[in-house]
């Protein structure tokens, strides 16, 4: 596995292409309880808090020893990252250090990078073929929610800083996943050659009904979202990597979008369902792609996409 890692790599290298994805691997919890699981992953609880049809899916079956559900949920992430063949994965609902670091070995990745909170459920991090320099975790204060981690890698001649996130639910309220929200974009504005990647559970879209919190990189701060650079079967704004629509998002600043190759962007079809989201991934090129146009709003649909955010 660690050849054909190496080889995939080269291979990237020689051709000056660099392949990066971002997987909500949905609650990948180990198979022991250390207090912080959410009530329905605790072992032997599932039947306690959920209905057995519920129990019995794919994410939540128990399956006798409480190691084993684990094992198949991470023998089954580790599929789809081999198959989806990223140079670099932003990975989001890790459960601790100790899986991430696991989930590397069986994925081939010699480096990783983890952040969580202090009795958190869940963490997120970075899984690489590339060396993964200069972490930082940004607390969200007032929330209850993830950290932002941000990575720098070298492309070329270029340093590009991976900010990967994972906002608060809908749940939570637009109050408090707006607090998240305005956190992130400090984060990416303090920043050079960011590629800001992960669940934003916050919907993408052009029009007079979109949420998208982090609307104001966009308008105000000329940031990229590689939804624009979907194939078509991708612009209706229910479809994306959720059944929510396009929550899991990319977001390139200005100064990189030369480096983005045009049509690279997609979501990934994996041999094994093992998540409720699929991978969204895409390519950067050391010397530069094709020019592109950016899809414009009009000032209606900025007002109105504006006040939804009060």
């Given at each position: 596995?660690r050849?054909?890692?190496?080889?995939a790599?080269?291979?990237?290298?020689?051709?000056?292409e660099?392949?990066?994805?971002?997987?909500?691997?949905?609650?990948?919890?180990?198979?022991?309880?250390?207090?912080?699981?959410?009530?329905?992953?605790?072992?032997?609880?599932?039947?306690?808090?959920?209905?057995?049809?519920?129990?019995?899916?794919?994410?939540?079956?128990?399956?006798?020893?409480?190691?084993e559900?684990?094992?198949?949920k991470?023998?089954?992430?580790a599929?789809?990252?081999?198959e989806?063949?990223?140079?670099t994965?932003?990975?989001?609902?890790?459960?601790?250090?100790?899986?991430?670091?696991?989930?590397?070995?069986?994925?081939?990745y010699?480096?990783?990078?983890?952040?969580?909170?202090?009795?958190?459920?869940?963490?997120?991090g970075?899984?690489?073929?590339?060396?993964?320099?200069?972490?930082?975790?940004?607390e969200?204060r007032g929330?209850?929610?993830?950290?932002?981690?941000?990575?720098?890698v070298?492309?070329?001649?270029a340093?590009?800083?991976l900010?990967n996130?994972?906002?608060?639910?809908?749940?939570?309220?637009?109050?408090?996943?707006?607090?998240?929200?305005?956190?992130?974009?400090?984060?990416?504005?303090?920043?050079r050659?960011?590629?800001?990647?992960?669940?934003?559970?916050?919907?993408?879209?052009?029009?007079?009904?979109?949420d998208?919190?982090?609307?104001?990189l966009?308008?105000?701060?000329?940031?990229?979202?590689?939804?624009?650079?979907?194939?078509?079967?991708?612009?209706s704004?229910k479809?994306?990597a959720?059944?929510?629509?396009?929550?899991?998002?990319?977001?390139?600043?200005?100064?990189?979008l030369?480096?983005?190759?045009?049509?690279?962007f997609?979501?990934?079809e994996?041999?094994?369902?093992?998540?409720?989201?699929k991978?969204?991934?895409?390519?950067?090129?050391?010397?530069?792609?094709e020019?592109?146009?950016?899809?414009?709003?009009?000032?209606g649909?900025l007002?109105?996409?504006?006040?939804?955010r009060?």
């Open positions: 596995m050849i054909l890692a190496c080889l790599l080269f291979l990237s290298v020689l051709f000056g660099v392949k990066f994805a971002s997987f909500n691997t949905e609650n990948l919890f180990d198979g022991i309880n250390n207090g912080n699981e959410y009530k329905e992953f605790k072992i032997g609880a599932c039947q306690s808090q959920m209905s057995q049809s519920e129990c019995n899916l794919w994410r939540m079956r128990e399956l006798g020893k409480a190691g559900r684990y094992e198949a991470l023998t089954d992430v599929k789809v990252l081999r989806l063949a990223a140079d994965v932003a990975v989001q609902e890790v459960e601790n250090e100790a899986v991430l670091r696991e989930l590397a070995k069986r994925a081939g010699e480096f990783y990078k983890f952040a969580s909170v202090k009795n958190s459920p869940v963490g997120l970075f899984l690489s073929h590339l060396p993964l320099k200069n972490a930082r975790v940004e969200i929330v209850k929610t993830r950290p932002i981690l941000s990575v720098d070298s492309v070329g001649g340093t590009l800083t900010v996130v994972h906002l608060p639910a809908y749940s939570n309220g637009l109050k408090k996943r707006t607090i998240a929200a305005e956190v992130v974009q400090k984060v990416a504005l303090n920043s050659n960011v590629i800001l990647l992960g669940d934003f559970n916050s919907q993408y879209k052009i029009g007079t009904k979109g998208f919190l982090l609307i104001d966009i308008t105000q701060n000329d940031f990229y979202n590689l939804w624009d650079d979907a194939p078509k079967s991708f612009k704004h479809k994306g959720h059944k929510n629509g396009k929550i899991d998002n990319v977001m390139l600043s200005p100064e990189i030369h480096l983005y190759k045009k049509g690279s997609g979501v990934f994996a041999s094994v369902e093992t998540s409720d989201h991978p969204v991934f895409f390519v950067m090129e050391e010397r530069g792609g020019k592109f146009e950016r899809e414009k709003f009009d000032d649909e007002e109105l996409l504006r006040k939804r009060k």
